[in-house]
């Protein structure tokens, strides 16, 4: 299911209608809002066999929706790293005549996790690109990535999506509000209770600990990092934090001292989804300065 994005969408589908399809792009922009989703859909767009915009009924789409189409790889990072090896693997792979594609594609995700190595070799290819293949990245920090891939790709850059689209796309109120502009999340609460419940008290237990004393959030960290739940605690207060920018926005309010939190969290997120950081002492860092 694809929420949103509309521009996007309409940017993509004219690059295939004027057989102008780069081959290389980068999607970038916020997490869960659904940039490898419809990096699929293009792979499905430019390929299917009842030449639509994408049917799901003809082989080539229901390949690419079961993740078993031979030519349309998708390389995800192991152990928060993709390692030069898996980019070698998949540029061989896509060196050989397509078996049933038209264009073969290569979906990399979280590409800014892709290390040195691996940027050095997907940058080879970049160099001398291969005509009947669409690489295509996948991130939230394009500006990790050497600036010689860079200036090589296509950009499409993706927003949060209005909570009024999710609403219409998923037909639940209290989810499009609580997802905050991330349909991924949205379908993932819809489609998992448990996952939803789990957010909702997660958000509440952070509201409540901004409000509290400086030991009071402390301890809650350290619960947090022990029950290894840092990740979702981090995004959640991203959430939070947005929401309150926008509502400063709207309400012209001076907005220096939460931008320059919001960026620390922002970058912790970063930090944490890279390395093996101490992220106890992250959050403790942030929770001091809030
Ligand atoms: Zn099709």
């Not at 999710?166 to 379908?187: L, T």
């Not at 290894?228 to 605690?233: A, C, D, Q």
């Not at 920018?245 to 931008?259: P, S, V």
Request: proline share 3%; net charge positive; charged share 35%.
């Amino acid at each position: 299911m694809i929420i949103g994005h509309k521009a996007q969408q309409k940017k993509l589908r004219l690059l295939f209608e004027k057989r102008q399809i780069p081959h290389a792009m980068l999607f970038s922009g916020p997490g869960n809002v659904g940039k490898r989703t419809i990096a699929l859909s293009f792979l499905k767009m430019i390929n299917c066999e009842e030449k639509r915009v994408s049917c799901s009924g003809c082989r080539s789409c229901y390949e690419i929706d079961e993740k078993i189409h031979p030519d349309i790889l998708e390389v995800y990072p192991e152990n928060k790293e993709i390692h030069v090896k898996q980019i070698e693997k998949a540029i061989e792979k896509t060196s050989y005549k397509g078996i049933k594609a038209r264009h073969k594609g290569v979906v990399i995700d979280q590409a800014h996790l892709m290390n040195t190595q691996a940027q050095n070799a997907l940058l080879k290819t970049l160099e001398e690109p291969s005509k009947e293949t669409v690489i295509i990245l996948v991130s939230e920090y394009p500006y990790v990535l050497l600036p010689t891939i860079l200036s090589r790709v296509f950009r499409i850059k993706f927003l949060l999506v209005p909570s009024r689209e999710i609403e219409n796309g998923i037909k639940d109120v209290s989810i499009a509000k609580m997802s905050f502009g991330r349909p991924g999340k949205a379908i993932e609460y819809l489609q998992t209770p448990e996952k939803k419940k789990n957010a909702e008290k997660e958000e509440k237990e952070l509201r409540a600990m901004l409000k509290k004393e400086i030991s009071f959030r402390f301890s809650l960290i350290k619960k947090v990092t022990e029950e290894e739940r840092e990740e979702e605690f981090l995004n959640c207060w991203l959430k939070v934090m947005q929401e309150e920018m926008l509502e400063k926005l709207r309400k012209k309010k001076e907005t220096g001292a939460l931008r320059l939190a919001l960026k620390e969290v922002e970058e912790a997120i970063f930090l944490y989804s890279k390395t093996n950081t101490n992220t106890r002492l992250l959050l403790e860092k942030i929770a001091i300065k809030i």
